[in-house]
């Protein structure tokens, strides 16, 4: 009867410490998928928020100069300083979100990389360009502080990217002025 006892308390003993263990891995594995979710909710709002934020711009030029060209609204990509657009972009132009243009801070994707954006006349996509893939090589640039890297766009941008996409509706721009 004590033999019998001990083989009962040993087994409980590993049911329980199998239960603490399929547990801690489950809590584990949870966490982890709510880090995750966190992470591309924060990514998906970073997006919004650049979208937008090109969106007002291009409605406030719009109402400040009715006779602007409508391809001038969008703001372009950085120029030669960190977060200042260019003052041209014809044709499709690529480049990092021009954020200090726009009134924000620096945007990040959920890899911790800086947006970049793609214009073209009435439309931008904003892109989250993700960790390097392979064949990329995002050599830091001395230059550039805030959002370190070049601005070689096959080094951030490729078809696997999370973009929004916003193109200018020349009726509700012109709606949108008093």
């Not at 603490?20 to 979710?37: L, W």
């Not at 291009?58 to 969008?74: I, S």
């Not at 078809?159 to 929004?164: C, F, K, N, P, R």
């Given at each position: 009867?004590?033999?019998?006892?001990?083989?009962?308390?040993?087994?409980?003993?590993?049911?329980?410490?199998?239960?603490?263990v399929?547990?801690a891995?489950?809590?584990?594995?949870?966490?982890?998928?709510?880090?995750?979710?966190a992470?591309?909710?924060?990514?998906?709002q970073?997006?919004?928020?650049?979208?937008?934020?090109?969106?007002?711009?291009?409605?406030?030029?719009?109402?400040?100069?009715?006779?602007?060209?409508?391809?001038?609204?969008?703001?372009?990509?950085?120029?030669?300083?960190?977060?200042?657009?260019?003052?041209?972009?014809?044709?499709?132009?690529?480049?990092?979100?021009?954020?200090?243009?726009?009134?924000?801070?620096?945007?990040h994707d959920a890899?911790?990389?800086?947006?970049?954006?793609?214009?073209?006349?009435?439309?931008?996509?904003?892109?989250?360009?993700?960790?390097?893939?392979?064949?990329?090589?995002?050599?830091?640039?001395?230059?550039?502080?805030i959002?370190?890297?070049?601005?070689?766009p096959?080094?951030?941008?490729?078809a696997?990217?999370?973009?929004?996409?916003?193109?200018?509706?020349?009726?509700?721009?012109?709606?949108?002025?008093?």
């Amino acid at each position: 009867p004590a033999m019998r006892r001990q083989r009962g308390a040993a087994l409980l003993l590993v049911v329980a410490v199998l239960f603490a263990v399929t547990a801690a891995a489950a809590f584990a594995t949870i966490r982890r998928e709510a880090r995750r979710d966190a992470t591309e909710l924060a990514q998906q709002q970073a997006l919004a928020q650049a979208r937008d934020a090109l969106r007002g711009l291009a409605y406030q030029r719009h109402c400040n100069d009715h006779a602007r060209p409508l391809d001038t609204l969008l703001a372009c990509p950085e120029a030669a300083t960190e977060g200042d657009a260019a003052a041209l972009c014809p044709g499709l132009t690529r480049g990092w979100l021009p954020w200090r243009t726009l009134g924000l801070a620096p945007l990040h994707d959920a890899s911790g990389t800086c947006l970049w954006i793609e214009r073209n006349g009435l439309g931008v996509r904003v892109i989250a360009p993700g960790a390097p893939r392979a064949g990329q090589v995002r050599a830091p640039d001395p230059a550039r502080v805030i959002c370190p890297g070049s601005a070689d766009p096959a080094q951030y941008l490729d078809a696997s990217d999370v973009a929004l996409d916003l193109t200018l509706d020349p009726a509700a721009l012109t709606a949108a002025c008093p």
